[in-house]
């Protein structure tokens, strides 16, 4: 599949002498959706800060859509081509309201008004913001700020979707139809990113796992891969997901990925009492 972001070799630290990233060498494709896991300070966000185009690397090279990003014109490429969420939306919200917030970028990427409009209604919408679109982003909730900014990025129409723990301040309702939406992006051609300390959800949604562990890429590969390995996943403070774990325990091959799966599996029909 066509390559759209490859890190060669990159490495970055915020403090002299102390690496938050090293040696980093992976790439993304279109259409794939990857989860990234990892403990605390692992350098999963700083993974995602330099793939936005927030930092940039101390050393080795990031290369977008075939292009090398070296000058700050391939830097603003790269930031119009990726769609970055950040895991504190405090660091994101900017604008005196949610609907100016929306707007701001396909502003910047000067498209009509019109479709403008069109972009923030329907992000606004997909969100169910459209009744605060009046309001102060700064003083919502944690969970709505979350929706704002992911309505932000929905409205750039990216080709890459970076997600630094999209549903850590979500109700269930909401982290529901976050995933519905993941789905929705993917069936459109998307490439999405997903940071996340939620193995189960990085079973039943990712095509592929990046494993980070003290800056550095422990393990990048499948899923059935990934979490089979109990002494990789033991040595980031991770465990196996709960319906990888009850698939190996009933033998069941392919292993299920949603309760759906293991309900059809063992033979059950949905919804029995
Ligand atoms: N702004 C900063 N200044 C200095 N050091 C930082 C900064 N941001 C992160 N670090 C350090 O860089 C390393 C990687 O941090 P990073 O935020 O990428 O981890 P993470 O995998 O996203 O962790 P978490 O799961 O807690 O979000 C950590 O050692 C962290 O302390
Ligand atoms: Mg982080």
Same mark, same amino acid.
């Given at each position: 599949?066509?390559?759209?972001?490859?890190?060669?070799?990159?490495? #970055? $630290? #915020?403090?002299?002498?102390?690496?938050?990233?090293?040696?980093?060498?992976?790439?993304?494709?279109? *259409?794939?959706?990857?989860?990234?896991?990892?403990?605390? @300070?692992?350098? /999963?966000?700083?993974?995602?800060?330099?793939? @936005? *185009?927030?930092?940039? !690397?101390?050393?080795?090279?990031?290369?977008?859509?075939? %292009?090398?990003?070296?000058? !700050?014109?391939? =830097?603003?490429?790269?930031?119009?081509?990726?769609?970055?969420?950040?895991?504190?939306?405090?660091?994101? =919200?900017?604008?005196?309201?949610?609907?100016?917030?929306?707007?701001?970028?396909?502003?910047?990427?000067?498209?009509?008004?019109?479709?403008?409009?069109?972009?923030? +209604?329907?992000?606004?919408? +997909?969100?169910?913001?459209?009744? #605060?679109?009046?309001?102060?982003?700064? #003083?919502?909730?944690? @969970?709505? /700020?979350?929706?704002?900014?992911?309505?932000?990025?929905?409205?750039?129409?990216?080709?890459?979707?970076?997600?630094?723990?999209?549903?850590?301040?979500?109700?269930?309702?909401?982290?529901?139809?976050?995933?519905?939406?993941?789905?929705?992006?993917?069936?459109? @051609?998307?490439?999405?990113?997903? $940071?996340?300390?939620?193995?189960?959800? +990085?079973?039943?949604?990712?095509?592929?796992?990046?494993?980070?562990?003290?800056?550095? =890429?422990?393990?990048?590969?499948?899923?059935?891969?990934?979490?089979?390995?109990?002494?990789?996943?033991?040595?980031?403070?991770? %465990?196996?997901?709960?319906?990888?774990?009850?698939?190996?325990?009933?033998?069941?091959?392919?292993?299920?990925?949603?309760?759906?799966?293991?309900?059809?599996?063992?033979?059950?029909?949905?919804?029995?009492?």
């Amino acid at each position: 599949m066509q390559e759209l972001l490859r890190f060669e070799d990159v490495s #970055y $630290a #915020y403090e002299p002498g102390r690496d938050a990233l090293r040696g980093l060498t992976l790439s993304v494709a279109a *259409g794939e959706r990857v989860a990234v896991l990892g403990s605390n @300070g692992a350098g /999963k966000s700083t993974f995602f800060l330099l793939a @936005g *185009g927030v930092l940039t !690397p101390a050393a080795g090279q990031i290369v977008f859509e075939g %292009e090398p990003v070296r000058r !700050p014109t391939d =830097l603003s490429r790269l930031r119009r081509g990726v769609g970055l969420v950040f895991q504190d939306p405090d660091v994101q =919200l900017l604008a005196g309201t949610v609907e100016e917030e929306v707007s701001f970028g396909p502003m910047n990427l000067r498209l009509p008004e019109s479709e403008v409009a069109r972009r923030v +209604a329907d992000a606004l919408t +997909a969100f169910e913001l459209t009744e #605060y679109r009046r309001r102060a982003p700064q #003083y919502l909730s944690g @969970g709505e /700020k979350k929706r704002v900014t992911l309505a932000d990025v929905l409205a750039m129409q990216p080709r890459l979707l970076l997600l630094d723990e999209p549903a850590a301040s979500l109700d269930p309702a909401h982290a529901r139809q976050l995933e519905g939406h993941l789905a929705r992006l993917h069936r459109q @051609g998307l490439a999405l990113v997903v $940071a996340t300390h939620d193995v189960d959800f +990085a079973w039943r949604w990712a095509g592929r796992v990046l494993l980070f562990q003290g800056g550095r =890429l422990a393990a990048d590969g499948a899923p059935e891969t990934i979490f089979a390995d109990r002494a990789l996943l033991a040595g980031c403070g991770l %465990e196996q997901p709960v319906l990888f774990r009850a698939g190996r325990a009933l033998g069941l091959d392919p292993l299920p990925r949603t309760v759906e799966q293991l309900e059809q599996a063992v033979g059950k029909e949905r919804n029995t009492p």
